[in-house]
């Protein structure tokens, strides 16, 4: 290798560190094995390919595609991940297209031209969603690299060429969709279930309030991913969706359970994995083959709820695909839309998007003349305030620079030649895609790394090691000036927003709960669960960034807290209601303050030990 060239509303409080923690500890606790095998194949194959034919130059453009595949590879439907990579295919395409035709022009104002409409188209579409905000900024980061390296060939190769790698990508990531066809959406209800287990197991602890947030996100998660199947017919997709609504009930009865804040006896927490085991297709690890059921304590609602629930599934789930359902059972009602930023939001994040890639570009013409891109492109992956807080992603993005290069370094002086230019992608890019899954510094090393092996394949082979880091530097400095002093509140809003759209949720849910269908309940209470979570998590990005002096920030976090306990009361009341109603026909919503039971008398309290009556399996599934 050359030189240079890549929270129960009785249980005790706990506050969460960050509002993202829910959010990360829902990922697998084990490495994406095979998100960093499709890393390392898909960066490996075309630069062997490329090195056996003497096509060096196509094979690095196909390996950049598939970089910048890796980089949005996922764990969602595979219907989505087509959707996500297809779209940023499409637009990075076009946008090497368009920057190689302004650097072959000749004109010197026509690549700061094309920069300058791809970041305002960029930044237009880069705060309307995820698949939206990833195509535009693989737009400018198209422009960037085919306004900044010469590619040999005809005009009409590079793009195909991109467009290889990330096809590449894209079949190695959904292939698995022909022998695991529902295995996603199956997974995601299965967390749903583990985490009601989690939750039941920390019931009266510190731990409880965690861990009801763990398990509306799993249910929101679970909802989303079922909600993109549109094959519902199928008897698989039927089966999973049924499931879904036996984990909802599920989740009502946990956070009953949890804001009662008593300690339940050690076996209560196994009814959940063995209701998946009785309803998910395939093997579910750990299920209790014969768990006791809930101990009939007259005093608890979510007691009975739950000792309901695991009768009313029956032995044999798979006889309730043969007859017939109500078509409740198959609907799913959509989750609320985050809030869109206003028009305003947009067209700042548009012109400042704009300034800081030509202020960066012009300022690469100036310290490097030709092949000036690394700025541009460092502010494209930098300043994308939906995708994170802003000096956050500004100072990992350095910090992975620098290990990126001094890994790189290291690499190429100990182990030159061919074979380490494929032994580094190899390690680096399955290194990059475990980053993007878990860290975006992580993230950033494997990308450093890969890309200073494709530039010095493409004949850049220019010392620019200390180069490149002074040069992230410089663009992560361009952002976060042009960003908190023209914008300095953008998080701020985004958390407000996303706060008032909880709490009216939660509002609402209050309101309407003692006069609705038990099902338009539940979807009141996911969507009021759903837009908490969201707020959490935007109140997290807001406070991860610094604050102007003398302006601190709102209290969102109490407010959001006391939504969600006012949640789990009209929760706990309407459990509390309908099992009143079942003794008592015509009983009404009760609406009476709750006596939390941790304050009734210890008769109430339930037995320590389970009840004898296993958990019924003669009962049919309902």
């Known amino acids: 290798m050359a030189s240079a060239g890549i929270r129960s509303g009785r249980a005790p409080r706990t506050a969460l560190p960050s509002g993202l923690r829910p959010a990360a500890r829902a990922l697998p606790a084990r490495l994406p094995l095979a998100a960093a095998a499709r890393g390392a194949l898909a960066l490996a194959l075309p630069l062997l390919v490329g090195l056996r034919t003497g096509w060096v130059v196509p094979s690095v453009v196909a390996a950049i595609g598939a970089l910048w595949g890796i980089s949005q590879d996922g764990t969602d439907p595979y219907r989505l991940r087509v959707r996500r990579l297809a779209c940023m295919g499409?637009?990075?395409?076009?946008?090497?297209?368009?920057?190689?035709?302004?650097?072959?022009?000749?004109?010197?104002?026509?690549?700061?031209?094309?920069?300058?409409?791809?970041?305002?188209?960029?930044?237009?579409?880069?705060?309307?969603?995820?698949?939206?905000?990833?195509?535009?900024?693989?737009?400018?980061?198209?422009?960037?690299?085919?306004?900044?390296?010469?590619?040999?060939?005809?005009?009409?190769?590079?793009?195909?060429?991109?467009?290889?790698?990330?096809?590449?990508?894209?079949?190695?990531?959904?292939?698995?969709?022909?022998w695991r066809r529902h295995h996603i959406e199956r997974a995601?209800?299965?967390?749903?279930?583990?985490?009601?287990?989690?939750?039941?197991?920390?019931?009266?602890?510190?731990?409880?309030?965690?861990?009801?947030?763990?398990?509306?996100?799993?249910?929101?998660?679970?909802?989303?991913?079922?909600?993109?199947?549109?094959?519902?017919?199928?008897?698989?997709v039927r089966r999973l969706v049924r499931a879904f609504h036996v984990a909802v009930r599920l989740g009502e009865a946990v956070t009953t359970l949890l804001w009662e804040g008593r300690r339940l006896p050690a076996e209560v927490a196994g009814l959940p994995l063995h209701l998946a085991a009785r309803l998910l297709p395939g093997r579910v690890p750990d299920a209790p083959a014969h768990p006791a059921a809930p101990p009939a304590g007259a005093g608890s609602p979510g007691l009975r709820a739950l000792a309901d629930l695991c009768a009313d599934t029956g032995p044999h789930p798979a006889a309730a695909d043969t007859g017939p359902h109500p078509a409740a059972d198959d609907e799913l009602p959509r989750l609320p839309d985050r809030p869109v930023p206003q028009r305003a939001a947009r067209l700042r994040y548009t012109?400042?998007?704009?300034?800081?890639?030509?202020?960066?570009?012009?300022?690469?013409?100036?310290?490097?003349?030709?092949?000036?891109?690394?700025?541009?492109?460092?502010?494209a992956f930098v300043y994308k305030p939906d995708f994170g807080p802003v000096f956050g992603r500004a100072l990992h993005r350095c910090l992975g620079t620098v290990a990126g290069v001094a890994a790189i370094g290291a690499v190429s002086l100990l182990v030159p030649g061919t074979p380490a230019v494929i032994g580094a992608v190899v390690v680096f890019g399955a290194l990059m895609a475990v980053g993007v899954r878990h860290h975006y510094a992580l993230a950033t090393l494997g990308l450093t790394a890969v890309v200073f092996v494709l530039l010095d394949l493409l004949g850049d082979h220019r010392p620019l090691y200390g180069t490149r880091i002074v040069d992230t530097a410089v663009a992560s400095a361009i952002v976060l000036a042009a960003h908190f002093a023209v914008w300095p509140d953008s998080a701020a809003g985004r958390a407000a927003a996303h706060t008032e759209a909880a709490l009216a949720a939660a509002r609402r849910y209050r309101d309407l709960a003692p006069g609705v269908s038990p099902a338009h309940r539940q979807f009141l209470r996911r969507a009021a669960y759903h837009q908490l979570a969201e707020a959490r998590r935007a109140v997290a990005h807001a406070r991860a960034e610094p604050v102007r002096p003398g302006r601190p920030l709102p209290d969102w976090e109490s407010a959001i807290s006391e939504a969600e306990r006012l949640c789990d009361t009209v929760t706990a009341r309407a459990v509390a209601g309908r099992h009143h109603a079942a003794a008592r026909p015509g009983a009404a919503f009760s609406t009476a303050p709750a006596t939390p039971p941790s304050t009734a008398p210890s008769s109430a309290v339930p037995s320590a030990a389970p009840s004898a009556v296993s958990c019924p399996e003669a009962r049919p599934a309902r």
């Open 351 to 379: 012109t400042l998007l704009t300034v800081c890639v030509l202020a960066a570009h012009l300022l690469a013409v100036v310290l490097h003349g030709p092949r000036g891109y690394w700025l541009p492109m460092t502010v």
């Open 90 to 178: 499409a637009a990075s395409a076009v946008g090497l297209l368009a920057g190689e035709l302004a650097l072959r022009s000749g004109r010197p104002g026509a690549i700061t031209l094309c920069l300058a409409v791809a970041a305002a188209v960029a930044g237009a579409i880069g705060l309307r969603g995820r698949v939206a905000s990833v195509s535009g900024m693989h737009l400018l980061l198209g422009v960037t690299l085919g306004g900044g390296i010469p590619m040999p060939g005809p005009w009409w190769l590079p793009p195909l060429e991109l467009l290889a790698g990330v096809a590449l990508v894209l079949v190695l990531s959904t292939v698995p969709w022909l």
């Open 188 to 236: 995601a209800v299965l967390a749903a279930y583990r985490a009601a287990a989690g939750a039941l197991a920390a019931a009266g602890t510190a731990r409880a309030e965690e861990a009801r947030r763990r398990t509306t996100l799993a249910l929101a998660h679970a909802h989303e991913v079922l909600g993109r199947s549109r094959r519902r017919e199928r008897p698989e």
